[in-house]
């Protein structure tokens, strides 16, 4: 997940999805809340470390680490030097993912097929969005955070596209940055406000999902596995960029000078700008998809030699 927040356009919450976490995560998330309160008073901090799942959090935001780490020393090269074979594999890795989700479902029926349809339109819809402007309000900030946070649990919608889309990308990060270099007032002020709509957005939207988890899980399913299937848009291998912002955060055209691309167009393997590497690219494709399924395999062995041993 830490390695997939490096990658714009592909979603921490396709990996928990596809690792199997992903509903414990929502748990875990809602169960931060007053009720944790009176767990302390009649069971003190062991009842309170069990209601919030608090070893798996731990083992998660360690690994979530490392990943940021990775990706930021490995896969971040990857991107800016050989961007064609890694979007390939992270094509390969949602095809498969989406595949894998869509099984979970027993029986297609019409909610299903429209939850499919309403959630890959969706997804596609926000990958062609125009560039928002962005503001400094306060109001807006906290709500973006909000906004962000919910896609970032979101499979197959990226935060930090989310934000781009807002265009507060170019307003967010550089203050960000301004806030742990100088600890200036008014940086800390906006990400602080950006920080409690975070927190807002996460605990509100995990709720929700956790809900329609257990009341509609099949069109849950189904909508998630849309959401996927139309971010495949955004990861398209071939693709060349048009639009981006420099490292301050200023809009410019020149591929060269992007620090983070707003805008690209998808263009056949042949029209590519360059080389189009596709025989890797395919390779790695082939590669994430089977990742995929390489997993489910072991998971499903994992579980059934518990089951052994608890039997």
Not at 59 to 68: R, S, T
Request: one cysteine or more.
């Amino acid at each position: 997940m830490g390695i997939a927040e490096v990658i714009p356009g592909v979603s921490g919450g396709t990996i928990a999805f596809l690792t199997g976490i992903y509903e414990r995560l929502l748990n875990c998330i809602k169960s931060f809340s007053p009720k944790l309160i009176s767990i302390f008073k009649k069971d003190g901090l062991k009842g309170v470390w069990q209601a919030i799942d608090g070893n798996f959090l731990i083992f998660l935001f360690v690994g979530m680490g490392l990943g940021v780490v990775t990706g930021v020393l490995g896969v971040t090269y990857l991107l800016e030097n050989y961007p064609v074979p890694l979007w390939a594999f992270f094509f390969g890795l949602i095809i498969a993912s989406a595949i894998y989700i869509g099984r979970q479902i027993p029986k297609w029926r019409a909610v299903e097929i429209i939850g499919l349809i309403v959630g890959t339109a969706i997804a596609y819809t926000i990958t062609i969005l125009p560039v928002g402007q962005g503001s400094d309000s306060l109001v807006f900030i906290f709500f973006c955070g909000a906004i962000a946070i919910s896609a970032l649990i979101l499979p197959g919608i990226s935060g930090s596209f989310i934000l781009l889309l807002m265009g507060m990308y170019q307003v967010i990060i550089p203050t960000v940055k301004t806030a742990l270099k100088t600890f200036e007032s008014e940086a800390l002020l906006v990400l602080v406000v950006f920080g409690a709509g975070c927190i807002l957005g996460l605990a509100t939207f995990s709720r929700v999902l956790s809900w329609t988890f257990k009341k509609f899980r099949n069109p849950t399913f189904a909508v998630l596995t849309g959401f996927m299937i139309g971010s495949l848009n955004k990861i398209w291998p071939w693709r060349h960029n048009v639009k981006g912002l420099d490292e301050d955060g200023n809009m410019v055209t020149d591929p060269t000078l992007m620090d983070k691309v707003i805008e690209s167009v998808n263009v056949s393997p042949m029209s590519y700008n360059g080389d189009n590497y596709l025989v890797l690219a395919i390779v790695a494709a082939v590669v994430g998809f089977g990742i995929v399924f390489a997993f489910e395999f072991f998971t499903k062995n994992d579980n059934k030699e518990t089951e052994a041993v608890e039997h």
